[in-house]
Nanobody
Framework: QLELVESGGGLVQPGGSLRLSCVAY????????IAWFRQAPGKEREGVSS????????KYADSVKGRFTVSRDKAKNTVYLQINSLRPEDTAVYYC????????????????WGQGTQVTVSS
C-alpha cells in the first residue's frame, strides 16, 4: 500500500520557522516528483514547491520564494519543507503529493496525497 505521511506542523508565532516532513511508505520516491501544496479555509489548494527526488530539481511558487526550501533525504525516503519567516497568511493545511510525471509542476493533479498537517501562524 502506497502512503505518504506528513508531520511537523503546529502553532508558531509570526517570524518563526517550521520544518515539515513527508515520508513515503510502501514505495520508493526515486522516480517521482514530490510537491508540497497548502489549502487555507475557503481557498483553493495552492502548489508551493516541488522537487524531483532523483535529481533534486526544485520549483517554487512566487509567493514563497526566498522563505521556503524543499529538500530530500534519499536514505530516509523523505522530503522536507523548511518554512522560514512565517506569516499569518501561511496558515493552512500543508499536503505532500507524489507523481511520476515530472512535467506536472505545481498543478494539483498528483496521483498520491498525504493526509496533511496543519500549520497555524498566530501571535
Amino acid at each position: 500500500q502506497l502512503e505518504l505521511v506528513e508531520s511537523g506542523g503546529g502553532l508558531v508565532q509570526p517570524g518563526g520557522s517550521l520544518r515539515l516532513s513527508c515520508v513515503a511508505y510502501g514505495f520508493t520516491l526515486e522516480n517521482y516528483v514530490i510537491a508540497w501544496f497548502r489549502q487555507a479555509p475557503g481557498k483553493e489548494r495552492e502548489g508551493v514547491s516541488s522537487i524531483t527526488f532523483s535529481g533534486g530539481r526544485t520549483k517554487y511558487a512566487d509567493s514563497v520564494k526566498g522563505r521556503f526550501t524543499v529538500s530530500r533525504d534519499k536514505a530516509k525516503n523523505t522530503v522536507y519543507l523548511q518554512i522560514n519567516s512565517l506569516r499569518p497568511e501561511d496558515t493552512a493545511v500543508y499536503y505532500c503529493a507524489a507523481d511520476r510525471r515530472v512535467s506536472i509542476g505545481l498543478r494539483p493533479h498528483y496521483d498520491y496525497w498525504g493526509q496533511g498537517t496543519q500549520v497555524t501562524v498566530s501571535s
